[in-house]
């Protein structure tokens, strides 16, 4: 069964509006999680590093204001799309590396945005 | 900063013959990971195989295998007995190996595509 849970799978929201995704470790706990952005045809591009209890590490070019990402518990990291426009289309995907687990990471199934 | 690069954007294969992808990277680390995953259309990320680079032994997973060159900075991926269920996009990715900093960097992706 699934090890990371992602939610929602799609999402349709209107231009300005705010939109939550979720990624939440089911068997383990997870100290850290990341959040990658893929547009149609391309690579996964990292975005940021979810931390839990402290602030996301982004990766440059990418807005922290506009992805908030919160990590308030062992098991759940969320990612906020803020004030979203059309360009924030995509789809993105989580992953974790569970504590103890080796080199093992897992992705979230992701979730594709699409804004109107 | 590591990079990533896959040089062949498309690769077709009959079915049952054999088929390599080609991935380099660059790195002024010596201790890392090297991973390959497979993209199918329902966007899940499943993982392939997997590399550490202090081992010299190539890894191998049924049908798939790797040749690794440290030196060379190359990490190949070999499909034998190609089946239609291998059509899919395959990332290479790295993942240092410096605790902290696990986030995967990946190439730009092959699609394969099986032909019957």
């Known amino acids: 069964g699934a090890v990371v849970s992602q939610h929602p799978s799609r999402v349709i929201c209107k231009s300005g509006t705010s939109v939550k995704i979720e990624c939440r470790s089911l068997?383990?706990?997870?100290?850290?999680m990341f959040w990658y952005r893929q547009f149609p045809k391309q690579s996964l591009m990292l975005m940021a590093t979810?931390?839990?209890?402290?602030?996301?590490?982004?990766e440059q070019g990418v807005e922290k204001d506009k992805f908030l990402i919160n990590h308030a518990s062992l098991t759940l990291s969320t990612l906020t799309v803020t004030s979203a426009h059309p360009e924030d289309s995509s789809f993105y995907i989580c992953?974790?590396?569970?504590?103890?687990?080796?080199?093992?990471?897992?992705f979230g199934e992701g979730s594709w945005l699409t804004v109107v | 900063a590591q990079t990533v690069t896959q040089s062949q954007p498309e690769m077709s294969v009959q079915e049952a013959e054999t088929v390599t992808l080609s991935c380099t990277y660059d790195?002024?680390?010596?201790?890392?990971?090297l991973f390959w995953y497979k993209q199918p259309p329902s966007r899940q990320m499943i993982l392939v195989i997997r590399?550490?680079?202090?081992?010299?032994q190539n890894a191998t997973e049924n049908r798939f295998s790797v040749n690794f060159q440290k030196a060379a900075k190359s990490f190949s991926l070999k499909i034998s007995d190609s089946q239609l269920g291998d059509a899919a996009m395959y990332f290479c990715?790295?993942?240092?190996?410096?605790?902290?900093?696990?986030?995967?960097?990946f190439g730009t992706g092959t699609r394969l595509t099986i032909i019957p």
């Open positions: 992953s974790v590396r569970p504590g103890g687990s080796g080199n093992t990471i897992y």
């Open positions: 068997d383990f706990q997870a100290t850290t």
């Open positions: 979810s931390n839990e209890g402290s602030k996301a590490t982004y």
């Open positions: 790195t002024s680390e010596s201790d890392y990971y």
């Open positions: 590399q550490e680079a202090y081992k010299q």
């Open positions: 990715a790295y993942r240092s190996a410096d605790f902290g900093n696990e986030k995967l960097t």
